[in-house]
């Protein structure tokens, strides 16, 4: 019986009764479901096709809410199955026949495909609610527009619309409400520190007494890098930007900031967009502006509830100086009488280049006002050459008024943005008939003006052969829906003005057309024309469906994937091509102006942007706030808030100019009185104190968990230097445990204080868990950096590093930073050579569940494209590292503001595994294990803590993915120059087998079980697993000590190396690449293309085939069986063999080639399994549950009255990176120094090394058994 409960279908042909019950009970079940539902379906949807190809919108409108059936009948017996026993049971107990009948089956396989189709129906029912609830048109919704229409939700409004008529559908001509965005005023606390640093004259530097931190982790100003200094509230950039946009200072603060400004010639230019600061916060400006009129360049003021007479007060002071060049002023309520005052700041402002009036209320009315007067104004030629008045009620007689001011003499206007206005056909002719006569013109932007094929004939027309054109706009505002405005519709009577446009205006390098009611066939003469064309960049995206289009519909009997919207709207071979002419004509147009070195990627993402937009003025108000809301809400991962809840009066009492009191600020109004009035510069400001890790105690006394270790050596066996320092009359001298990184690192620590040692290494190498195999070592020993041969090897152990400033003591360019370090010492040849790492490329591969994708794919990540059975829409919109990332943004925000708070704020979490928590959110296990799957290894979600989660989190999304970095030639010239430079070379075989306590507090170790060495101290940066079997029963080691030394969890972590013949993946079919990685979850997980070499022609074809860690590595680790077969039973000889083989076939189908072809290249392999190796016993710490917040810190503390220290990377912050070794390292160096009371070796120490995060000395939360 056991063989058969183990072979699924024999239970179900034995003959044994108790296996006929069951399978008797079982069909009863299924039976008496199957007639339930058939009977509901028959009476509540009679008509239900199951063969029908149903649409999505027709899914939804069937009565599947209501009408549900059991999931079970998803998965009903086939007739023809290895559940055919089953399947006849149920048909006999719903149709009784006589014997032998095939009637039954027959009827009841018939009824079968009618539930199981609408079962299926259920779950896409399902998936596209879940669609439909998230704001989303995947899944083919047609969104009440015609299948096959791309953009379903544009389509069905413009098309609702139809052609725009002002009697009709009437728009106000004074604009939509300038309200700002929905926001809280800031306490003062959060912004003190900011405007503590500017009032010192604070730059992008950071200074000794400042609380801040550099912007983005060093790598500055996402894209362009530009350096900052960013604190809880504000950021001041290199380039002299004060960024406090959204951050709301409002009329409380508003002072303080100002005051804080006037010592500081750093800042030229003052973002403050949407910051409420009202009249109030306009006349502190204005008074700024009078104190020092040459100060600011840029004043950007959106958003700050500015009305006419504080608009007036700024106007009197901004045009006293010659500095400015650019205001901002969109969403301030300045209103009709302001137009005044805009027509002086243009007139009167010396260099006023660039003016923002977007959604300001000003009116039609208001704008013939002005430019009727700079029309006549005769003085000089205006400076003003960018206007922006988007959403201001600007219509035809406004038109007729800045056509006039285009024709004068003193108008240099090259860039007009009028989009969302109701400009319409009449407006834009009158706006045409100035083109003639203003040649300068070079951007007009008129999204959602109302304009029709008229108006856009007309507009074309006038601007063909324009000598300065550059941008022409006539596409779709994003905003037109809700500021109430006109769509432009523009139909196929517009092609001829077009084309003509195209084919006679050189100097035309953008035109958008947004979506238009044109049809995909009468578009491509469009695209024709483009082909003559200087064209960069061109939309143009039919809202129309094309008629050879097929119906989308998805036929549940069939079960089969249901097609997007889009993949129907598929163009004809015709159209592709064309397309792709287009495509490759605007490619050459790109490198023929921006050089053959310019991709069009790089050319969208870099340099489209400055057609639309002046680049000098418009980069001054670039702002890391409204950029990172801008792209959380583009991912869908916040929602902006664009209106202001009912009943909240903060607009109110802002324009009364009521002060808003905290809880806090009103206590301190009524203590300090007339205090308040003080200038903030006069008020004491607390400040951070620099670290003294040298002064014993100081430090202690503001780290409750600093006092309770200076507690823990005063107060017991584990001694301070006032306690058991060594004997003053014995040789001083170290006892090392290890040569790796730590261990060295150390060694050059202990020279550089002139304190002798020896290294005692186990193994016959130094280097430790830095391995680099070199498949010719000869021939590499030879080569140089241009010779292919230096280029014949892979890293089995550590092998990149992320740019961040958390890397500093390795990669840095202080003093102390290692790698700075060894090159100042060792010779040309023995350079540590930093090169690119190449993290990401195109053209690498995803495979999953049996299907593979390029990497570039926008959907490559998500679940759908990989049939993975999901039902949490989520998943839709985002990737699994994206939901990931999602969930701890909070965590990882907080470690890069400031490490140690972040790190104390995570260890709440540390007694969670990574599914404890992504259960507790809402998650499934079923999307826990796909998130895993696509993000980690096999396992990890069971066995991280989530401290150790977001810590790799942290490193892998704040570091700047373009910007890591290898070690040419190999990782271990790290280690060899270590090696090189330190006095006391590592002894290698040198085993330490026992550790003892002599009489005089010393200690003494035993190598190899016989010669012994005494020391005064002894640093053991062995990994834990090897340290287990060192007996140190003499050293009164606790049990806490103990058990974290057994406990503390290492990785299992195996590469497998293959070298082959060429590099064969840079000259796929699918397209070449150089660098990155592929991920699949076949065994070898994921391989690791060579960054090294890249530059030196036919360099070796070495790579890392498989890269495992957790469940992975150690299932691909068993097929390294020990050599000799007395050692482990059963002994497999072939067993290496077999993992190649497995090696080769699985590269070969992630990577879309043959295992035949694989094996035609293969020359040599090296497989290496760290767990598998006595001298590491694992890769790296990899902490589970509660080990960083109750086990580790027993070990950062030394043990037999402070003489036996502990490093290695384990015992840092730092897992599975060189930098948690070296910290280590330093921190065993301090313990020793600190014990023996060195002082003046102390202050040596910290002078020449710096110092070391409190995190990694053991300072911070954590929670030990017995302990508050």
């Known amino acids: 019986m056991l063989s058969e409960r183990k072979l699924g279908t024999s239970k179900r042909i034995h003959s044994d009764a108790r296996v006929d019950e069951v399978e008797f009970d079982e069909a009863l079940i299924l039976a008496s479901l199957c007639r339930k539902y058939l009977n509901l379906l028959h009476a509540t949807s009679p008509a239900f096709d199951h063969c029908y190809a149903y649409t999505p919108d027709e899914i939804l409108e069937l009565p599947l809410m209501k009408v549900r059936i059991d999931e079970v009948l998803h998965d009903l017996p086939r007739r023809k199955s290895k559940r055919a026993m089953l399947a006849g049971s149920i048909a006999d107990l719903l149709f009784p026949c006589h014997a032998g009948s095939l009637s039954p089956i027959i009827r009841y396989d018939a009824d079968r495909v009618k539930l199981h189709a609408w079962a299926v129906?259920?779950?896409?029912?399902?998936?596209?609610?879940?669609?439909?609830?998230?704001?989303?048109?995947?899944?083919?919704?047609?969104?009440?527009?015609?299948?096959?229409?791309?953009?379903?939700?544009?389509?069905?409004?413009?098309?609702a619309q139809g052609p725009w008529n002002k009697d009709s559908h009437p728009i106000s001509l004074k604009g939509p409400q300038a309200l700002p965005m929905p926001v809280q005023i800031a306490e003062a606390d959060d912004l003190a520190p900011f405007f503590h640093h500017l009032e010192q004259g604070g730059t992008h530097k950071l200074g000794a007494s400042t609380t801040g931190h550099a912007l983005d982790d060093g790598n500055g100003e996402p894209y362009y890098h530009v350096q900052g200094a960013e604190f809880p509230r504000g950021v001041v950039y290199e380039d002299g930007r004060m960024d406090l946009c959204k951050q709301v200072v409002g009329p409380d603060h508003i002072g303080d900031l100002m005051n804080s400004l006037r010592a500081n010639e750093h800042v030229k230019h003052f973002l403050l967009g949407n910051n409420i600061i009202g009249p109030v916060g306009a006349h502190r400006i204005a008074s700024f502006i009078n104190a020092l009129p040459s100060r600011m360049d840029t004043w950007y003021l959106a958003g700050n509830c500015i009305d006419a007479p504080s608009f007036k007060t700024l106007v009197d002071a901004m045009i006293k100086s010659d500095a400015i060049t650019n205001v901002w002023l969109k969403r301030n309520p300045l209103g009709r009488s302001a137009a005044h005052d805009v027509y002086r700041l243009i007139t009167e402002t010396r260099n006023l280049r660039t003016l923002d009036l977007d959604q300001t209320e000003i009116g039609d009315a208001g704008f013939v006002e002005v430019f009727t007067n700079l029309a006549a104004y005769k003085d000089r030629l205006l400076p003003l050459e960018n206007l922006y008045m988007n959403g201001t009620g600007f219509s035809e007689a406004a038109a007729r008024a800045l056509a006039q001011f285009l024709a004068s003499p003193n108008c240099r206007l090259t860039s007009i943005y009028l989009s969302s206005n109701p400009i319409g056909d009449d407006g834009a002719a009158a706006l045409a008939s100035a083109f003639e006569v203003a040649p300068q013109v070079s951007r007009l932007l008129l999204q959602s003006t109302g304009l029709t094929t008229r108006g856009a004939q007309i507009i074309c027309e006038a601007l063909t052969s324009h000598p300065g054109i550059r941008c022409l706009d006539l596409g779709q505002a994003y905003a037109t829906h809700d500021l109430g405005q006109a769509y432009n519709y523009i139909d196929e009577g517009a092609i001829q003005a077009i084309t003509g446009?195209?084919?006679?205006?050189?100097?035309?390098?953008?035109?958008?057309?947004g979506h238009c009611p044109i049809t995909p066939l009468v578009l491509g003469q469009i695209t024709t024309a483009a082909l003559q064309s200087s064209l960069l960049a061109y939309v143009a995206v039919s809202i129309i469906p094309d008629s050879n289009i097929k119906k989308l519909g998805f036929v549940p009997s069939r079960d089969s994937k249901m097609r997007n919207a889009s993949s129907y709207a598929a163009s004809t071979k015709e159209q592709k091509a064309l397309d792709q002419a287009l495509q490759q004509h605007m490619e050459a147009n790109v490198r023929s102006v921006y050089g053959e070195d310019m991709t069009y990627n790089r050319f969208m993402g870099e340099e489209r942007r400055w057609l639309t937009n002046d680049r000098t003025d418009v980069r001054k108000i670039d702002s890391v706030y409204r950029n990172r809301d801008m792209g959380l809400a583009r991912r869908g991962l916040v929602t902006l808030i664009k209106n202001w809840k009912e009943g909240d009066d903060t607009l109110e009492r802002l324009f009364a100019a009521m002060p808003f009191f905290t809880i806090r600020s009103l206590v301190t109004a009524l203590l300090l009185g007339n205090a308040l009035a003080l200038p903030a510069h006069e008020a004491e400001t607390a400040t951070k104190s620099p670290k003294d890790i040298c002064n014993d105690g100081k430090l202690a006394a503001g780290n409750p968990r600093a006092a309770f270790f200076r507690k823990l050596v005063g107060d017991s066996a584990y001694s301070n230097h006032s306690r058991c320092p060594s004997p003053k009359d014995g040789p001083f001298k170290v006892g090392i445990i290890g040569g790796g990184v730590a261990g060295l690192y150390a060694a050059m620590i202990l020279d550089s204080l002139d304190i002798d040692y020896d290294?005692?290494?186990?193994s016959g190498r130094v280097g430790g868990r830095i391995f680099t195999h070199r498949f010719d070592q000869a021939a590499w020993d030879k080569s140089t950096p241009e010779d292919p041969a230096y280029y014949d090897y892979y890293d089995v152990g550590a092998m990149r590093f992320p740019p961040m400033p958390y890397m500093d003591r390795v990669i840095g360019n202080e003093s102390w930073s290692l790698i700075p370090y060894l090159n100042a010492r060792v010779s040309e040849r023995d350079q540590v050579v930093q090169k690119s790492y190449i993290f990401q490329t195109n053209n690498t591969f995803r495979r999953f569940n049996g299907v593979t994708a390029l990497i570039q794919e926008p959907n490559s990540a998500s679940a759908e494209r990989y049939d993975i059975p999901l039902f949490n829409a989520t998943f839709d919109a985002l990737s699994a590292s994206e939901v990931w990332s999602d969930q701890v943004q909070t965590m990882v925000t907080a470690l890069s503001n400031d490490f140690t708070t972040g790190f104390n704020k995570l260890m709440s979490y540390d007694s969670m595994s990574v599914r404890d928590f992504l259960l507790t959110k809402g998650f499934t296990n079923s999307e826990v294990d796909w998130m895993e799957t696509m993000n980690d290894a096999t396992g990890h979600y069971d066995t991280y803590s989530m401290a150790q989660a977001v810590l790799e989190e942290w490193i892998f999304t704040s570091a700047d993915i373009n910007k890591w970095t290898l070690i040419n030639g190999g990782m271990d010239m790290i280690t060899k120059a270590m090696n090189l430079i330190v006095k006391n070379k590592p002894v290698l075989n040198h085993r330490v087998t026992d550790v003892k306590k002599k009489p005089d507090g010393t200690l003494k170790v035993v190598v190899n079980g016989a010669d012994e060495y005494d020391y005064a101290h002894v640093i053991s940066t062995a990994p834990l697993g090897a340290l287990q079997i060192i007996n140190m029963t003499e050293l009164g080691l606790s049990y806490y000590q103990n058990t974290a030394i057994r406990s503390l969890n290492y990785d299992p972590a195996a590469k497998i190396g293959l070298k082959f013949k060429t590099r064969w993946w840079e000259k796929l079919a699918t397209g070449p690449f150089q660098g990155g990685q592929s991920f699949t979850d076949l065994p070898i997980r994921r391989c690791v293309y060579p960054s090294y070499g890249i530059d030196v022609p036919v360099a070796p074809g070495t790579m890392i085939a498989s890269y495992t860690w957790g469940q992975d590595a150690s299932r691909l680790g068993s097929y390294l069986n020990p050599h000799n077969p007395t050692n482990q039973e059963p002994y497999q000889p072939e067993s290496i063999k077999t993992l190649v083989e497995v090696t080769l076939r699985d590269l070969a189908?992630?990577?879309?080639?043959?295992?035949?072809?694989?094996?035609?290249?293969?020359?040599?392999?090296?497989?290496?399994?760290?767990?598998?190796?006595?001298?590491?016993?694992?890769?790296?710490?990899?902490?589970g549950p509660g080990e960083f917040s109750s086990l580790m810190p027993w070990l950062m503390t030394p043990a037999a009255n402070g003489h036996m220290h502990f490093g290695g990377e384990a015992l840092s912050s730092g897992h599975a990176w060189i930098i948690g070794a070296v910290n280590s390292a330093w921190r065993t160096v301090y313990e020793i120094l600190s014990v023996e009371g060195m002082n003046d070796k102390m202050k040596q120490f910290v002078d020449h090394w710096g110092i070391i995060d409190e995190v990694d000395m053991g300072w911070y939360n954590w929670s030990p058994e017995g302990k508050p």
């Open 121 to 159: 129906l259920q779950r896409r029912y399902d998936m596209i609610v879940a669609t439909v609830r998230n704001g989303r048109t995947r899944h083919g919704l047609t969104g009440q527009a015609d299948p096959g229409v791309p953009a379903p939700v544009w389509a069905s409004r413009i098309l």
């Open 501 to 513: 446009l195209l084919t006679s205006t050189p100097s035309l390098a953008s035109l958008n057309l």
């Open 759 to 762: 290294i005692h290494e186990a």
């Open 1149 to 1183: 189908e992630l990577n879309g080639v043959t295992y035949e072809f694989l094996e035609s290249e293969f020359v040599d392999f090296h497989v290496y399994d760290w767990y598998g190796s006595a001298y590491s016993n694992g890769a790296f710490a990899i902490f």
